[in-house]
Every structure is written in structure tokens, then in C-alpha cells.
């Protein structure tokens, strides 16, 4: 198994506080993805690092932003946390971007009260 | 824009039987497709990848894929099911460099 790990795994938090997830590699695979799923919408990309401080853009980012400042970390952070953002998160890597497999991590399970 | 679709939410079958989970794609170059199971409680892990070459690509625990460019489908199937194989399974397309876009899921069931 690809050495993923995200931590925390489970969370309980109030609306309005900030929250970080942490993705942690050990692969030194270039590109770090993180994703949400909920039921009836599979995957849907949040936020993706291509590097060390490049990150762009996914399909559902308003509310959450990430940094990387270092290859084996990949934060996302929920600024103030809403309901609709009760979700599963997983963490993703991949060595080369989109033509490349992607392993994922464990995920973590966020429940916002 | 790229898209991928999945018919059917959720299958059942009886075990032995054909297992057929089917995928559908739109992309304006040529993609790169993935199928991705996902047990309870785990994160996914990829079955299999067609990306050029052979249209017929096998994978994993028995499983296979064919790619087929003028129905744009990229179809899973299995001879024979197991009652293992019961879990939520998600193709995915990727083109260029793009981050993959994955479809919505089918969950199957393995009735014994």
C-alpha cells in the first residue's frame, strides 16, 4: 500500500470554527489531491498541488483552501465550517499528475454540528 | 469539457453470476480511463486502467474492461461474482495532464 496517511481520521466540529486536515506521503509522489465524497456525487475534486506552493483549483473549492509547503504535507483547511460541509475527505497522490494511478488515503469522516 | 457517467446506482447479483458495471465517457481528446473499488469504510483502490494500446485491459481480482471508442463506454465485468466483490466501484477519465474526473459510483450487492 502507498504509505498515505490523513489525519485526523474522525471529527466533530461546530459550525463556524476552522478546521485542518492533514494528507502526509511518503511516496515523494508530486502531485497531492483532496477530494470529498458524499452520497450520490462520488468524488468531487477540492483542491490539487502539482508542488511544493503550487496548488490550483478543483471542482467544489469556495470554502476551503490548502497549502503545501512541504512534498509530504498537503493541508486543507476549512476557514469556518459550514454544515454542507459534513462530509468523508480523502487525500490522493499520484507521482506524474492525470495519466498516472492515484492512491488514496484512508479518508476522514467530518461532522459539522 | 470532460464527464463521466455511470448507469445504474446500484447493482445486484447472485453469486456466480456475470458482474457488468457500465461507464460511459465524453471527452474531446483521448482519454485515459480507471476503475476504482472501494470497500466500506476504506478508500479506493485502482481495479484496472486503459490508457493506449490493447482495448481489452484486465485487472485485478478477476475483473476486466474493454475500451470501446465508438460507443465511448469503458464497461467492467467479472465472469463469475463473488461475495467479496460487494462494494462501491467508480470509474474515472483523465486527458493530459488533467486531475481525474470520476463518475458518481455503482454500489454492488452480491446476493448469495
Known amino acids: 500500500d502507498a504509505g498515505i496517511t490523513q489525519s485526523p481520521r474522525h471529527k466533530v466540529t461546530e459550525t463556524g470554527t476552522p478546521v485542518t486536515l492533514r494528507c502526509h506521503q511518503t511516496e515523494n509522489h508530486r502531485y497531492m489531491y483532496w477530494y470529498r465524497q458524499d452520497p450520490g456525487h462520488g468524488l468531487r475534486l477540492i483542491h490539487y498541488?502539482?508542488?511544493?506552493?503550487?496548488?490550483d483549483k478543483g471542482e467544489v473549492s469556495d470554502g476551503y483552501s490548502v497549502s503545501r509547503s512541504k512534498t509530504e504535507d498537503f493541508l486543507l483547511t476549512l476557514e469556518s465550517a459550514t454544515s454542507s460541509q459534513t462530509s468523508v475527505y480523502f487525500c490522493a497522490i499520484s507521482l506524474r499528475g492525470g495519466l498516472e494511478t492515484q492512491y488514496f488515503g484512508p479518508g476522514t469522516r467530518l461532522l459539522v454540528l | 469539457a470532460q464527464s463521466v457517467t455511470q448507469l445504474g446506482s446500484h447493482v445486484s447479483v447472485s453469486e456466480g453470476a456475470l458482474v457488468l458495471l457500465r461507464c460511459n465517457y465524453s471527452?474531446?481528446?483521448?482519454?485515459?480511463l480507471f476503475w476504482y473499488v472501494q470497500y466500506p469504510n476504506q478508500g479506493l483502490q485502482l481495479l484496472l486502467k486503459y490508457t493506449t494500446g490493447a482495448t481489452l485491459v484486465k485487472g485485478i481480482n478477476g475483473f476486466e474492461a474493454e475500451f470501446k471508442k465508438s460507443e465511448t463506454s469503458f464497461h467492467l465485468t467479472k465472469p463469475s461474482a463473488h461475495m467479496s466483490d460487494a462494494a462501491e466501484y467508480f470509474c474515472?477519465?483523465?486527458?493530459?495532464?488533467?486531475?481525474?474526473?470520476f463518475g458518481k459510483g455503482t454500489r454492488l450487492s452480491v446476493i448469495a
Open positions: 474515472a477519465l483523465s486527458s493530459g495532464n488533467t486531475p481525474l474526473v
Open positions: 471527452s474531446s481528446v483521448p482519454p485515459y
Open positions: 498541488s502539482y508542488g511544493v506552493k503550487d496548488t
